[in-house]
Every structure is written in C-alpha cells, then in structure tokens.
C-alpha cells in the first residue's frame, strides 16, 4: 500500500501549482486523505483533508481561499491545486491516508507519502 505524490516544482509567488497523490491501490477510495507539509526548521503541519466520497473538505486556515483539495476516485488520485502561492507556503508537501480517520491530527493518519518540494520565490 503506497502513496505517491508529485507536482512539486519552483514558482513564483501569486503562482500556481497542482500536486498529485496517486494510490497504489483502489482500497484507497475508501479512505480519507490529505496533504500536511513542512517547512526548514518548523514543525509538520495539517494543510487540508477530504472524505472518502469528496463531498466534504477542510483546510487549514493558512490556505483557505487558496488551496483546493479534490479527489478522483477512478484514477485512486487525491489533488491539492494551490493558487496565489506565497513564500510562506514553501514546504515539503506530504500526503496522508486513513481508513477512519478525519481531521488535522498528523499522528492519527496511518498512511504517508513520500512528499514533494514546493519552493514559492519572492
């Protein structure tokens, strides 16, 4: 059972970027996902999550209004599409999978990613 994630890059501030996080299985259908990140020196930290259907979504506070989390249930691939992109957003990106879990508790997410560099430049 694996996670993969990518479409991290370098981009401009008030750019945009996609990453995707593909499933290696279809069980992952049925789990909640998300994407936390971390930036140099802080701690890792919740970005957004969605329910195994898609219907219902929650973003961290920092990315509200910018960040979209959606998932495609018949490519088993979950997306974070990131819109006006901030130096502050810079981060390894990770996406996360629970059978059970829904929420912003990284220690409650049993499934990991390998992440993805996102760098966003003044």
């Known amino acids: 059972v694996q996670l993969q994630a990518s479409g991290g890059g370098l981009v401009q501030a008030g750019g945009s970027l996609r990453l995707s996080c593909a499933a290696s299985?279809?069980?992952?259908?049925?789990?909640?996902m998300g994407w936390f990140r971390q930036a140099p020196g802080k701690e890792r930290e919740f970005v957004a999550t969605?329910?195994?259907?898609?219907?219902?979504?929650y973003n961290a506070d920092s990315v509200k209004g910018r960040f979209t989390i959606a998932r495609a249930r018949a490519e088993n691939t979950v997306y974070l599409q990131m819109d006006s992109l901030k130096p502050e957003d810079t981060a390894v990106y990770y996406c996360v999978a629970d059978p059970r879990y829904y929420g912003t508790k990284r220690e409650n997410y049993a499934y990991w990613g390998q992440g993805t560099q996102v760098t966003v430049s003044s």
């Open positions: 969605i329910s195994w259907s898609g219907t219902t979504t």
């Open positions: 299985s279809r069980t992952f259908n049925s789990y909640y």
